[in-house]
């Protein structure tokens, strides 16, 4: 990579965006990549918390409340960590990230409800 690109880390820098998607997976990597090892740990145990919570509280119940749930708390580490990575560069232009992860919101729920409109047709499992 160029010494000048924006995805090359200068001097321990790293890209608001892909510190951003990179916490979007769920999986706080964004946290690791800016080298917040306890923040990551600690966001990675309330995902595990909140995965096992949902698995537990009989999710075919009420699909839709956990995947906001959880939706929810994917767009709070992204955003979390985009201002994390946005700290260490306080020169870097401002760019909205609201519309396009509001667009991703959008997208999944509009998904997953269409998936559970699927399902209603099907013979209800036993949960």
């Not at 020169?91 to 559970?116: E, F, H």
Request: proline share 6%.
């Amino acid at each position: 990579m160029a010494i000048g690109s924006k995805t090359c880390p200068e001097g321990g820098k790293e890209n608001p965006i892909i510190v951003f998607l990179l916490n979007l997976t769920g999986l706080g990597l964004g946290y690791l990549r800016l080298r917040q090892r306890r923040r990551w740990l600690f966001h990675l145990a309330i995902t595990a918390g909140l995965l096992a919570a949902a698995f537990w509280a009989n999710t075919c119940r009420a699909p839709l409340l956990w995947a906001s749930i959880l939706g929810l708390w994917w767009l709070w580490m992204a955003f979390d960590g985009r201002r994390l990575a946005r700290r260490q560069i306080k020169d870097a232009p401002g760019r909205p990230l609201l519309i396009p992860s509001l667009q991703v919101a959008t997208a999944a729920g509009t998904r997953s409800a269409a998936g559970i409109g699927r399902q209603e047709t099907r013979p209800q499992a036993h949960c």
